[in-house]
T-cell receptor, first 113, second 116 residues
Framework: AQSVTQPDIHITVSEGASLELRCNYS??????LFWYVQSPGQGLQLLLK??????LVQGIKGFEAEFKRSQSSFNLRKPSVHWSDAAEYFC???????????FGKGTHLIIQP | GAVVSQHPSWVICKSGTSVKIECRSL??????MFWYRQFPKQSLMLMAT?????????EQGVEKDKFLINHASLTLSTLTVTSAHPEDSSFYIC????????????FGPGTRLTVT
């Protein structure tokens, strides 16, 4: 069965500092990997996705993620965070096609002024 | 583009009653729709996958007779929580995928259900 692990429940980062959110997955075949952000009272927004090709993926809002097959990881990064980045971040995996997503438990990002 | 709506955004119902939640794809045809459940401060759990015109496929542990899913058209799927109990209180989120790009799902804003 597929699974996603986000080891950090909470992360606090100062505004302007760099950010890395960790994600490890377990999947028997080539995974389709996603990062979503959920702000209070809002729906899930897709930040970026990886299907194949270049393992460094660029997303919206200045985010990027790197797929490392050898480490089964898909960590999310941002060079300089803004207060508006405070939210819940979810990593997800699927087999593509008509598969539903398997989500990690999420990482709550807190931005310090 | 790729907007998914849900109605209602929140609902309160009494224990033992049924409540219906609608999920609509507003600007594309959704051949597949998914229903997720999110408990407070927890992750989303896939409940079921529905394809237009066919029966939904439920995940293990999800009661199909309690959570009735209908996907009658390419733009509408409904989730009916039957004989609701307080433990059914949760945040229900739908997503939709089109036949052209099934690799990406577009999520609705969610419905907060509170059963008293």
């Amino acid at each position: 069965a597929q699974s996603v692990t986000q080891p950090d429940i909470h992360i606090t980062v100062s505004e302007g500092a760099s950010l890395e959110l960790r994600c490890n997955y377990s999947y028997g075949a080539t995974p389709y990997l996603f990062w979503y952000v959920q702000s209070p009272g809002q729906g899930l927004q897709l930040l970026l996705k990886y299907f194949s090709g270049d393992t460094l993926v660029q997303g919206i809002k200045g985010f990027e993620a790197e797929f490392k097959r050898s480490q089964s990881s898909f960590n999310l990064r941002k060079p300089s965070v803004h207060w508006s980045d405070a939210a819940e971040y979810f990593c997800a995996v699927s087999g593509g096609g008509a598969d539903g997503l398997t989500f990690g438990k999420g990482t709550h990002l807190i931005i310090q002024p | 583009g790729a907007v998914v709506s849900q109605h209602p955004s929140w609902v309160i119902c009494k224990s033992g009653t049924s409540v219906k939640i609608e999920c609509r794809s507003l600007d594309f045809q959704a051949t597949t729709m998914f229903w997720y459940r999110q408990f407070p401060k927890q992750s989303l759990m896939l409940m079921a996958t529905s394809n237009e015109g066919s029966k939904a496929t439920y995940e293990q542990g999800v009661e199909k007779d309690k959570f009735l899913i209908n996907h009658a058209s390419l733009t509408l799927s409904t989730l009916t929580v039957t004989s609701a109990h307080p433990e059914d209180s949760s945040f229900y989120i739908c997503s939709a995928a089109s036949g052209r790009a099934l690799d990406e799902q577009y999520f609705g804003p969610g419905t907060r259900l509170t059963v008293t």
